[in-house]
């Protein structure tokens, strides 16, 4: 009774005006610095090489072909590529980047020392980060998406809008951004936490990558294990590609969007109550 | 408000930064004016004032800020601004764009945000550099827009770690004469400084540290008072100084007299300023004394810094 008094009381007390207003700039300037630093260049070139490499190859091919085979092909490169690799490193780049890069370029105190709560600075930089990887990935997959069918002349154009195409786009655009949210809420933590991220984003590779082979309980604190029941078309894969589609125990897309926004709330909750005990000392860093 | 939520309240605080003593059992409360922190590198006044501000939490003890602490920000931050010795800007900016920003996050409207950064910017006479981005700012610029970045939103607390460091002396001479300003104004002015000189004509208080301990604090002059077994110093230029000092050694409080080289005067150490004044009053009346100036020669900052600390403190820095 007393705590449902007392959120009651919060509720109508917070200054929720003033946050949103705090948010909102904090945002501005998170989004334009993360869009606009030399760092983020080699995510814009995670992102976009598909695109790239498919207008070259794709340039020697007659249009034309099999749908099937177009499906395929996207299906392969979100999977093994988007989701697996240049999603996951481009979240690495951006959010650990957040506030470790604060800390090594000696600006935290900044915000440190304005009236905005730290919660509310996890919560922004964390937006800004989902903001800026969202945009930079869903550009990358609707490019790959837009070239491999558009190459596939009529039979390209009647999937795209008379047949199921747009909701593949949809649900790729859709996993895209869940896949932002889960890794970066995993790397805005990391970023509080870890001075050198890297070793332990080479163990949450391999978790993610071989989460399948783990008992199914741990199966659940994987991003992967969400994000592979919401991909519109199952990849079969074979020899070496095997190791990276291991099918997991299936989940249906309503228990798993759930799953991953309960697990990411888990770890930015994580994440403001360890900003909250962080001190300034740069020299230790 | 009570005279408790007009303080800076610091209740037996002790911060450890693992075996390193940060500062110890310290016991303050600071009154509105300026407060200069004085002390060696390493005594402690940076950590005052990080864990005035919240930047780092004590291991022991409680400090509040005019009744606030830093679990509030959104008041707490309305109230307090803190100008540090970190010399680094987001990567970019320009010095407009460095103060703007760190006020929206304050949740005000853009027209005042603007109407506040420019006022901020003229306090410290940056108005020309203002649009140019911070990097290519010397240390002296960068100095005076972290300056107005603290001071934009009219604080009512100024925490500044050593404000004069890098300006020059044009700067240096305006600086002090806004932190008086904005001490007279009813401001709490936190100031440390290793320049001594400079914070002896602008104190109201002082708070001496050593070793991560307070060794002295109040006004200056209750401070010097308080030394004991250091005789006051005090400076008479007069005539026939010569038989002031021989009427002078009669007495116990007196520890010392010694003639002025230009023959105009004499230093006089005593332990006892106040019979001293008494004596001095009727010497000049029953022989006739022409007086031109009584003043205390070691009632200063660079003075008790020496006694209570010791050495260093001669060249007027610490």
Do not use: E, I, K, R
């Given at each position: 009774m007393n705590v449902m008094a007392s959120s009651r009381k919060f509720f109508h007390e917070a200054p929720w005006q003033l946050w949103t207003a705090q948010l909102t700039s904090l945002i501005q300037s998170e989004v334009k610095r993360n869009f606009l630093k030399r760092r983020s260049i080699w995510i814009y070139l995670v992102a976009l090489a598909p695109v790239v490499i498919l207008t070259i190859a794709l340039a020697q091919e007659p249009p034309g072909g099999s749908i099937q085979d177009r499906t395929q092909l996207m299906g392969a490169l979100f999977q093994f590529y988007y989701l697996h690799v240049a999603i996951f490193i481009g979240c690495l780049g951006i959010f650990t980047w957040l506030f470790r890069g604060e800390i090594v370029e000696k600006t935290l105190h900044y915000h440190f020392l304005s009236p905005l709560r730290r919660e509310l600075l996890v919560l922004g930089k964390f937006l800004s980060g989902m903001v800026t990887t969202s945009l930079i990935f869903m550009l990358g997959v609707f490019g790959t998406f837009f070239l491999i069918y558009t190459h596939g002349g009529a039979a390209g154009r009647d999937f795209m809008f008379n047949g199921p195409g747009l909701g593949h786009l949809a649900a790729y655009l859709g996993v895209t951004v869940m896949a932002c949210l889960g890794y970066g809420s995993i790397f805005i933590a990391f970023s509080l936490l870890i001075r050198n991220p890297i070793i332990p984003a080479v163990v949450v590779f391999l978790w993610e990558t071989f989460h399948a082979a783990l008992p199914s309980l741990l199966q659940k604190f994987s991003i992967m294990f969400y994000l592979k029941q919401l991909c519109p078309v199952p990849v079969p894969a074979e020899d070496f590609l095997a190791l990276f589609a291991v099918g997991s125990e299936p989940v249906p897309p309503w228990l798993a969007v759930p799953g991953l926004l309960i697990l990411c709330a888990g770890i930015l909750v994580f994440a403001c109550w360890r900003v909250r005990k962080l001190e300034i000392s740069y020299l230790a860093d | 408000m009570t005279a408790e939520n007009n303080r800076i309240v610091f209740e037996n605080v002790s911060k450890f930064y693992g075996d390193v003593l940060?500062?110890?059992r310290v016991n303050l409360s600071l009154p509105p004016g300026v407060t200069s922190l004085v002390g060696p590198n390493g005594s402690g006044k940076t950590t005052l004032m990080n864990l005035m501000t919240g930047l780092i939490k004590p291991t022991q003890g409680r400090v509040n800020v005019l009744g606030l602490t830093p679990n509030h920000p959104e008041e707490f931050f309305r109230r307090v601004g803190y100008c540090t010795q970190f010399d680094s800007f987001p990567k970019g900016v320009t010095g407009y764009e460095f103060i703007y920003q760190s006020l929206k996050l304050h949740g005000i409207s853009n027209n005042e945000a603007h109407r506040l950064t420019k006022e901020a910017i003229d306090r410290v006479n940056m108005g020309e550099a203002a649009s140019r981005r911070i990097a290519g700012y010397s240390k002296g610029m960068r100095q005076r827009i972290r300056l107005a970045q603290s001071i934009a939103h009219h604080p009512t607390v100024l925490v500044l770690d050593e404000p004069l460091n890098g300006l020059d002396p044009m700067a240096r001479a305006e600086s002090i004469a806004l932190f008086q300003a904005l001490g007279k104004d009813g401001l709490h002015v936190i100031i440390s400084s290793h320049v001594l000189h400079e914070v002896d004509k602008i104190s109201d208080q002082v708070v001496l540290m050593s070793y991560g301990y307070v060794v002295a604090e109040g006004q200056i002059h209750g401070v010097r008072s308080e030394v004991k077994e250091h005789p006051m110093q005090i400076l008479v230029r007069c005539s026939r100084p010569n038989l002031v000092a021989s009427r002078l050694f009669n007495q116990d409080h007196v520890v010392e007299a010694k003639l002025q080289s230009d023959g105009n005067g004499l230093l006089v150490r005593t332990q006892n300023a106040d019979q001293f004044y008494l004596l001095l009053n009727r010497i000049v009346l029953d022989d006739n004394i022409a007086v031109e100036a009584v003043a205390?020669?070691?009632?200063d900052v660079n003075s008790l810094y020496q006694y209570l600390i010791g050495g260093g403190g001669s060249g007027g820095t610490v």
């Open positions: - | 940060g500062v110890n205390p020669a070691d009632d």
